[in-house]
């Protein structure tokens, strides 16, 4: 098992910037890809970015240059600053880790997701 926790979120004005944490504790054997995803109120929940094992990066086209996701192995914690927010960005956001283990039938994904943190951008 893994236990992420997520800390920072907050109410911000628009331009404004924060700073996201998501700290893990458990089991981080074979864990190779790392998420930050979001839900608005009445829409589907969307990943927002990822970090791979290897530090590969990859964002929603709604975020890109504004959004940058980052890791410390050591803290086992992942982080995403968050600059020139608008107010379409406030939701919850939550962090989720991916363990993948190769099984004789191909690849095996395990998730495990925070409880969320709310983002609230005012106009």
């Known amino acids: 098992q893994v236990h992420p926790v997520e800390s920072g979120g907050g109410l911000v004005q628009a331009g404004g910037s924060l700073r996201l944490s998501c700290a893990a504790s458990g089991n981080m054997f074979n864990i190779n890809n790392i998420g930050w995803h979001r839900q608005a109120p009445g829409k589907q929940r969307e990943l927002v970015a990822a970090i791979s094992s290897g530090g590969s990066t990859n964002y929603a086209d709604s975020v890109k240059g504004r959004f940058t996701i980052s890791r410390d192995n050591a803290k086992n914690t992942v982080y995403l600053q968050m600059n020139s927010l608008k107010p379409e960005d406030t939701a919850v956001y939550y962090c989720?880790?991916?363990?993948?283990?190769?099984?004789?039938?191909?690849?095996?994904?395990?998730?495990?997701w925070g409880q969320g943190t709310q983002v609230t951008v005012s106009s």
């Open positions: 989720r880790w991916t363990r993948r283990v190769v099984t004789l039938t191909g690849p095996k994904d395990s998730d495990y």
